[in-house]
């Protein structure tokens, strides 16, 4: 069956880093585009970022543009989101998603909390 496990997320401070990772299994993962979206507190899930199945292909929010990177590794079936000069405002659930596959599959999603 199509899995989907996030892992990466954390506590990190204005300004600092971190990496998300999507461990992605049950499906032809270099033969789907790959997408991160976010949900905080409150508001609707975001679509932060896109990236296509050869991974030449990628789209940000513009909230992200600049400090956000999506890549993949289709050999290690593994999507994931480097991301920089995290502010308060990226403090959300970020989730892992197929979008092609099938009806669409989620993961359950890692905590990023951007707080001093």
């Known amino acids: 069956q199509v899995q989907l496990v996030e892992s990466g997320g954390g506590l990190v401070q204005p300004g600092g880093s971190l990496t998300l990772s999507c461990a992605a299994s049950?499906?032809?993962?270099?033969?789907?585009?790959m997408r991160w979206y976010r949900q905080a507190p409150g508001k609707e899930r975001e679509l932060v970022a896109h990236?296509?199945?050869?991974?030449?292909?990628?789209n940000y929010v513009d909230s992200v543009k600049g400090r956000f990177t999506i890549s993949r590794d289709n050999p290690k079936n593994t999507v994931y989101l480097q991301m920089n000069s995290l502010k308060p405002e990226d403090t959300a659930v970020y989730l892992c998603?197929?979008?092609?596959?099938?009806?669409?599959?989620w993961g359950k999603g890692t905590l990023v909390t951007v707080s001093s």
């Open positions: 998603n197929a979008p092609y596959v099938g009806v669409g599959y």
């Open positions: 049950g499906f032809t993962f270099s033969g789907y585009a």
């Open positions: 990236i296509s199945m050869s991974g030449y292909n990628v």
